[in-house]
């Protein structure tokens, strides 16, 4: 699947609109693909670091993108506690979307391993070597491939602590890591985001990263951390696309915690991973077309147990919310959002939240285009909530 | 670019800080380059296949069933004729006790549940000598995974009645705080993990788990070396997770012991319906496993088969070992169960008066001259009252307080659960006539934040 991702990237330069002679040449203006090497959401220089809360601003940095960063923590982990180990399907020589690279040679093969192709067993030894203390980071290769482990994702890790009860035995070392989302080609089992039923689940805390700055530190608050199991998935288009600085030192980021990216008054998007990039281009879209409006962006960041109140408190101020994410909208993220906040803030809602999500449908590989939310539908949505 | 720049980097550092000691487990293939007429091949996925130019596909039937070992026979009579007892005949009859009380106390909480004083039972009845034989043999602090008809675990590494009556009637005293059903014991102080519902589950858990004793012991060479022990019963076996387990263990070189209670039941399934193979420990083998098929009605059997498997299972740095304990499951499945429903009662009783651990290990002790009716008689009776008295306690006792149901689902409790646990409240302060709380610890003030 390297070359998937690979082959995404070079797509990346291009503007994917066919022309014909005959046809009038009217560009887009709203659907164009996203400009990774400007876009706000990336600290393309130091000198923003300390725009970002937490993120240590005073030693040194290094441009990562989102699998090198995702690899900086592992390593600082591996390095930090020798009871961190990295496994699953092919990790050893450096995983098929290279987040392991090199560790096998600075940890030795009995930290850093392949497993037999079985999900299943990847986190039903990940539990059993948690259960004795151990810190597991495993890898299922794709989100899309865990379904086989949601036996012991949800019937035994989850549940682990609550029914040792007063043993105190518990998995709060487990860290189950996935790319998840589209990739533009990835069809039926190299696309889902499943984060919504692990949302159904009490017992483990999701986490899904935006950029190679904020997967380090929430990788290594997963890790070092957390007394709970944690799910982390990572954006798989933003493992090459996404670079920025990175500071080289340890740090963690909250998890738990909702990051409001970018203040405004009239609007709140609530979003996650790499539909953050999309809203941003809405954003500056609509507000560019609308001057006076002003846009909140608020990046979820752990989805479950997520934090209720920077988003309430956000939609207290706007009056209108917009949900945005990859997965269907049926029971999706949004959902969940847009309940919560009929129940606390009803009164001081201006229009009806809206949920911009995938369709309820699979990913067909000729139409993930039109399947995922995009610029224009978010830019609808913003509109259609302003003017409701 | 720039990743391919930073690979390298990384690729050089690596060389320079490789580690020295760590021993390279990694197989490779041998030399592509053969001799011409070469009899083996160099497959990389089976590296030892000779050529053959017969054509013929392997029958199971061609193979013998493998041997089941044991070292008495049901009479009591020993049958391996090196077989020393390796205990005082104060052990043995420890043992044997710890054998009669399981079987006293499953007849009694069987009872219980028909009378409806307990919501539900699973007895172990004519597999008792399976989990405190192989108990006896391992180490107190080898860690255990159990799935549910392994009560004997916990008598042998030392549970009271009154704490087997704790989990089983939820009170205040269950380690697991009442949240799981009756038998689904654990405990911290026996090295014994929680006993979950979902079937075989805990099998690549254990390999998981034997792994982190493993590496433990090789970070720091002062730490004992312990191994892992993991039962299951033959239909478990059929779950993916008992494949999982198996082949991870083996390709991780895992110092753990599987043990497998084949009592020819999965509720109502016969094995016939289960499998086709030669039981389960013929699966052992094709997964690179040493293996062992024993007479679990053979305590001394199930003793020395798990101490030389425990044995084995540290050598090499590690390595995993499959026991198949034969038996019958003389009981009904569980409370929910009539299982004459679906075998004849004949077959059961015949079982029971054949052969039964516990009168197999009697006639060994009355022949041996350290054990008579009259102590039998007093072992019981001593016994029967031990586990009615605290069965009686155990009943009066109050449950753990309610907001234990919202404890530990995390380590702390998160602004969902505490928002629920004040939404509880509010709803039996306003509707006390419709909620029983006097049985449980403190009532709603438990609720209050």
Same mark, same amino acid.
């Given at each position: 699947?390297?070359?998937?991702?690979?082959?995404?990237?070079?797509?990346?330069?291009?503007?994917?609109?066919?022309?014909?002679?005959?046809?009038?040449?009217?560009?887009?203006?709203?659907?164009?693909?996203?400009?990774?090497?400007?876009?706000?959401?990336?600290?393309?220089?130091?000198?923003?670091?300390?725009?970002?809360?937490?993120?240590?601003?005073?030693?040194?940095?290094?441009?990562?993108?989102?699998?090198?960063?995702?690899?900086?923590?592992?390593?600082?982990?591996?390095?930090?506690?020798?009871?961190?180990?990295?496994?699953?399907?092919?990790?050893?020589?450096?995983?098929?979307?290279?987040?392991?690279?090199?560790?096998?040679?600075?940890?030795?093969?009995?930290?850093?391993?392949?497993?037999?192709?079985?999900?299943?067993? !990847?986190?039903?030894?990940?539990?059993?070597?948690?259960?004795?203390?151990?810190?597991?980071?495993?890898?299922?290769?794709?989100?899309?491939?865990?379904?086989?482990?949601?036996?012991?994702?949800?019937?035994?890790?989850?549940?682990?602590?609550?029914?040792?009860?007063?043993?105190?035995?518990?998995?709060?070392?487990?860290?189950?890591?996935?790319?998840?989302?589209?990739?533009?080609?990835?069809?039926?089992?190299?696309?889902?985001?499943?984060?919504?039923?692990?949302?159904?689940?009490?017992?483990?805390?999701?986490?899904?990263?935006?950029?190679?700055?904020?997967?380090?530190?929430?990788?290594?608050?997963?890790?070092?951390?957390?007394?709970?199991?944690?799910?982390?998935?990572?954006?798989?288009?933003?493992?090459?696309?996404?670079?920025?600085?990175?500071?080289?030192?340890?740090?963690?980021?909250? !998890?738990?915690?909702?990051?409001?990216?970018?203040?405004?008054?009239?609007?709140?998007?609530?979003?996650?991973?790499?539909?953050?990039?999309?809203?941003?281009?809405?954003?500056?879209?609509?507000?560019?077309?609308?001057?006076?409006?002003?846009?909140?962006?608020?990046?979820?960041?752990?989805?479950?147990?997520?934090?209720?109140?920077?988003?309430?408190?956000?939609?207290?101020?706007?009056?209108?919310?917009?949900?945005?994410?990859?997965?269907?909208?049926?029971?999706?993220?949004?959902?969940?959002?847009?309940?919560? !906040?009929?129940?606390?803030?009803?009164?001081?809602?201006?229009?009806?939240?809206?949920?911009?999500?995938?369709?309820?449908?699979?990913?067909?590989?000729?139409?993930?285009?039109?399947?995922?939310?995009?610029?224009?539908?978010?830019?609808?949505?913003?509109?259609?909530?302003?003017?409701? | 670019?720039?990743?391919?720049?930073?690979?390298?980097?990384?690729?050089?550092?690596?060389?320079?800080?490789?580690?020295?000691?760590?021993?390279?487990?990694?197989?490779?293939?041998?030399?592509?380059?053969?001799?011409?007429?070469?009899?083996?091949?160099?497959?990389?996925?089976? +590296?030892?296949?000779?050529?053959?130019?017969?054509?013929?596909?392997?029958?199971?039937?061609?193979?013998?069933? %493998?041997?089941?070992?044991?070292?008495?026979?049901?009479?009591?009579?020993?049958?391996?004729?090196?077989?020393?007892?390796?205990? #005082?005949?104060?052990?043995?009859?420890?043992?044997?006790?710890?054998?009669?009380?399981?079987?006293?106390?499953?007849?009694?909480?069987?009872?219980?549940?028909?009378?409806?004083?307990?919501?539900?039972?699973?007895? #172990?009845?004519?597999?008792?000598?399976?989990?405190?034989?192989?108990?006896?043999?391992?180490?107190?602090?080898?860690?255990?995974?159990?799935?549910?008809?392994?009560?004997?675990?916990?008598?042998?590494?030392?549970?009271?009645?009154?704490?087997?009556?704790?989990?089983?009637?939820?009170?205040?005293?269950?380690?697991?705080?009442?949240?799981?059903?009756?038998?689904?014991?654990?405990?911290?102080?026996?090295?014994?993990?929680?006993?979950?519902?979902?079937?075989?589950?805990?099998?690549?858990?254990? #390999?998981?788990?034997?792994?982190?004793?493993?590496?433990?012991? +090789?970070?720091?060479?002062?730490?004992?070396?312990?191994?892992?022990?993991?039962?299951?019963?033959?239909?478990?076996?059929?779950?993916?997770?008992?494949?999982?387990?198996?082949?991870?263990?083996?390709?991780?070189?895992?110092?753990?012991?599987?043990?497998?209670?084949?009592?020819?039941?999965?509720?109502?399934?016969?094995?016939?319906?289960?499998?086709?193979?030669?039981?389960?420990?013929?699966?052992?083998?094709?997964?690179?496993?040493?293996?062992?098929?024993?007479?679990?009605?053979?305590?001394?059997?199930?003793?020395?088969?798990?101490?030389?498997?425990?044995?084995?299972? %540290?050598?090499?740095?590690?390595?995993?070992?499959?026991?198949?304990?034969?038996?019958?499951?003389?009981?009904?499945?569980?409370?929910?169960?009539?299982?004459?429903?679906?075998?004849?009662?004949?077959?059961?009783?015949?079982?029971?008066?054949?052969?039964?651990?516990?009168?197999?290990?009697?006639?060994?002790?009355?022949?041996?001259?350290?054990?008579?009716?009259?102590?039998?008689?007093?072992?019981?009776?001593?016994?029967?009252?031990?586990?009615?008295?605290?069965? #009686?306690?155990?009943?009066?006792?109050?449950?753990?307080?309610?907001?234990?149901?919202?404890?530990?689902?995390?380590?702390? %409790?998160?602004?969902?659960?505490?928002?629920?646990?004040?939404?509880?409240?509010?709803?039996?302060?306003?509707?006390?006539?419709?909620?029983?709380?006097?049985?449980?610890?403190?009532?709603?003030?438990?609720?209050?934040?």
């Amino acid at each position: 699947m390297a070359s998937i991702s690979r082959a995404s990237r070079s797509k990346m330069g291009f503007h994917h609109v066919r022309r014909f002679a005959s046809q009038a040449t009217k560009p887009r203006r709203l659907n164009v693909p996203i400009d990774f090497a400007k876009t706000p959401l990336l600290h393309h220089s130091r000198e923003t670091l300390s725009q970002t809360p937490g993120l240590p601003t005073d030693g040194p940095s290094t441009r990562k993108n989102l699998f090198q960063s995702v690899n900086d923590a592992l390593r600082t982990a591996l390095g930090a506690s020798n009871k961190v180990l990295c496994f699953g399907e092919d990790v050893a020589f450096g995983g098929v979307f290279r987040c392991t690279t090199g560790l096998q040679n600075d940890f030795g093969p009995h930290r850093v391993f392949n497993t037999p192709i079985t999900e299943q067993g !990847i986190v039903g030894a990940a539990i059993g070597a948690a259960a004795e203390g151990m810190k597991p980071v495993v890898e299922i290769q794709f989100a899309d491939y865990v379904f086989p482990a949601f036996d012991q994702i949800v019937n035994e890790a989850a549940k682990f602590r609550y029914r040792e009860g007063k043993t105190g035995g518990n998995v709060g070392g487990l860290v189950i890591r996935m790319p998840c989302g589209g990739v533009g080609h990835g069809a039926l089992y190299h696309t889902q985001s499943p984060e919504s039923l692990f949302g159904h689940v009490p017992g483990f805390r999701v986490v899904v990263p935006r950029s190679p700055s904020q997967a380090k530190g929430l990788l290594l608050s997963a890790i070092l951390e957390s007394q709970d199991p944690v799910i982390f998935m990572e954006p798989k288009i933003l493992y090459r696309a996404a670079v920025e600085e990175v500071p080289d030192e340890s740090y963690t980021l909250p !998890i738990s915690k909702a990051e409001v990216i970018r203040p405004g008054n009239d609007i709140t998007i609530i979003s996650y991973g790499r539909p953050l990039y999309t809203c941003m281009a809405a954003i500056e879209a609509a507000e560019r077309d609308r001057p006076g409006l002003s846009v909140e962006l608020i990046d979820l960041r752990t989805i479950f147990p997520w934090d209720r109140q920077t988003i309430l408190d956000s939609v207290a101020k706007t009056g209108r919310a917009l949900v945005v994410h990859e997965s269907m909208v049926n029971f999706g993220v949004g959902s969940e959002i847009a309940a919560t !906040i009929q129940e606390h803030n009803l009164l001081k809602m201006k229009a009806p939240v809206k949920r911009v999500a995938g369709w309820t449908t699979h990913t067909g590989l000729a139409y993930e285009k039109y399947i995922f939310p995009d610029v224009a539908r978010v830019y609808d949505a913003i509109l259609e909530s302003k003017d409701y | 670019m720039k990743s391919r720049a930073l690979r390298h980097v990384a690729l050089r550092r690596a060389v320079l800080s490789r580690p020295q000691a760590v021993p390279f487990a990694l197989r490779s293939a041998s030399s592509l380059s053969q001799r011409p007429n070469s009899d083996f091949v160099s497959f990389p996925g089976a +590296l030892k296949s000779a050529f053959t130019t017969t054509l013929k596909f392997e029958a199971p039937e061609s193979y013998p069933a %493998l041997p089941t070992y044991r070292v008495v026979d049901q009479h009591g009579a020993v049958v391996d004729e090196s077989f020393k007892p390796d205990i #005082s005949d104060e052990e043995v009859i420890r043992l044997y006790k710890d054998m009669v009380f399981i079987s006293i106390m499953d007849l009694i909480m069987f009872d219980a549940q028909r009378q409806g004083r307990l919501s539900f039972y699973m007895v #172990s009845a004519g597999e008792e000598a399976v989990s405190i034989g192989s108990s006896s043999v391992l180490d107190r602090e080898d860690v255990m995974f159990c799935q549910y008809r392994e009560q004997g675990v916990f008598k042998e590494r030392g549970w009271t009645a009154k704490e087997f009556m704790g989990q089983l009637f939820a009170n205040k005293r269950d380690p697991g705080r009442g949240r799981s059903m009756p038998v689904h014991y654990g405990s911290k102080e026996l090295n014994i993990h929680s006993i979950s519902s979902p079937l075989a589950t805990q099998l690549p858990q254990a #390999s998981g788990a034997a792994y982190a004793l493993k590496m433990q012991r +090789l970070q720091d060479p002062n730490v004992k070396p312990r191994v892992v022990a993991a039962f299951f019963g033959e239909g478990a076996a059929s779950e993916g997770d008992f494949h999982a387990a198996l082949n991870i263990a083996a390709t991780r070189s895992c110092p753990v012991i599987f043990i497998c209670r084949n009592n020819g039941y999965a509720i109502s399934t016969p094995t016939l319906d289960q499998y086709r193979g030669d039981g389960i420990a013929s699966r052992g083998i094709g997964y690179g496993i040493d293996t062992i098929r024993i007479d679990g009605n053979d305590i001394w059997a199930v003793r020395e088969a798990t101490k030389k498997a425990r044995e084995m299972a %540290l050598q090499d740095g590690g390595k995993p070992v499959l026991i198949e304990a034969m038996t019958y499951r003389v009981s009904h499945h569980s409370t929910s169960d009539d299982s004459f429903a679906y075998r004849a009662r004949v077959e059961v009783e015949d079982w029971k008066r054949r052969d039964n651990p516990i009168t197999r290990l009697r006639k060994w002790m009355e022949a041996k001259g350290i054990w008579d009716e009259t102590k039998e008689k007093e072992a019981r009776d001593s016994l029967r009252k031990e586990i009615l008295k605290a069965f #009686s306690e155990a009943e009066r006792e109050k449950k753990p307080p309610i907001r234990a149901m919202f404890e530990d689902v995390y380590e702390e %409790l998160t602004e969902d659960l505490k928002a629920q646990m004040a939404e509880l409240k509010e709803m039996l302060d306003k509707y006390p006539e419709e909620y029983d709380v006097a049985e449980y610890e403190g009532g709603k003030d438990s609720l209050k934040p």
